[in-house]
T-cell receptor, first 115, second 110 residues
């Protein structure tokens, strides 16, 4: 199994531009999570999906952030418009069971820099 | 409010030493607790998962304990090696979310 696959690996963009981060979870996993990691705030949960349905998006910082999971094998996190304070590493993770009652498997992350 | 606290923030030890990393949490109503390892520029790798009904889990040189009543978990690493150098994070699974500590950055010197 290839694990959780995220793209792009690095993204550099200018303030105001739209950014789309992509994630392919491990096949057969029912839960998918988006996290953001910064030095100041550590690892923060943004949103998670169970069986493609968003369950808790209370961690999404603003309306500029949106996430979708159109099918079991693909999810996107979109920031529009992007701001310098959005610069962080964004991780996607998946888990075999609903709610993450088992181990979480993380992707390698997307390093986002907004200039 | 810091819900998951890890002490120390950084630790440097000589190779071969046994060591303990600490994790404390304020919410005793957890489903499970996981210990993760993160290498620089990489994602997190789950090392051990302890369900709320369990007291400890072991994998190779790693042993993790959980005391829900006191809100504490420890990760014990035996006979540390330079390859163990990484940041170790603990995370608690609650009803709706999973909360992470800030991590302990471990350096094992040859």
């Amino acid at each position: 199994d290839a694990g959780v696959i995220q793209s792009p690996r690095h993204e550099v963009t200018e303030m105001g531009q739209e950014v789309t981060l992509r994630c392919k979870p491990i096949s057969g996993h029912n839960s998918l999570f988006w996290y953001r990691q910064t030095m100041m705030r550590g690892l923060e949960l943004l949103i998670y999906f169970n069986n493609n349905v968003p369950i808790d998006d209370s961690g999404m910082p603003e309306d500029r952030f949106s996430a979708k999971m159109p099918n079991a094998s693909f999810s996107t996190l979109k920031i529009q418009p992007s701001e310098p304070r959005d610069s962080a590493v964004y991780f996607c993770a998946s888990s075999p069971r609903e709610g993450g009652g088992e181990k979480l498997f993380f992707g390698s992350g997307t390093q986002l820099s907004v200039l | 409010k810091q819900e998951v606290t890890q002490i120390p923030a950084a630790l440097s030890v000589p190779e071969g030493e046994n060591l303990v990393l600490n994790c404390s949490f304020t919410d005793s109503a957890i489903y499970n607790l996981q210990w993760f390892r993160q290498d620089p520029g990489k994602g997190l790798t789950s090392l051990l998962l302890i369900q709320s009904s369990q007291r400890e889990q072991t994998s190779g040189r790693l042993n993790a304990s959980l005391d829900k009543s006191s809100g504490r978990s420890t990760l014990y690493i035996a006979a540390s090696q330079p390859g163990d150098s990484a940041t170790y994070l603990c995370a608690i699974k609650r009803v709706l979310d999973m909360r992470f500590g800030a991590g302990t950055r471990l350096t094992v010197k040859p």
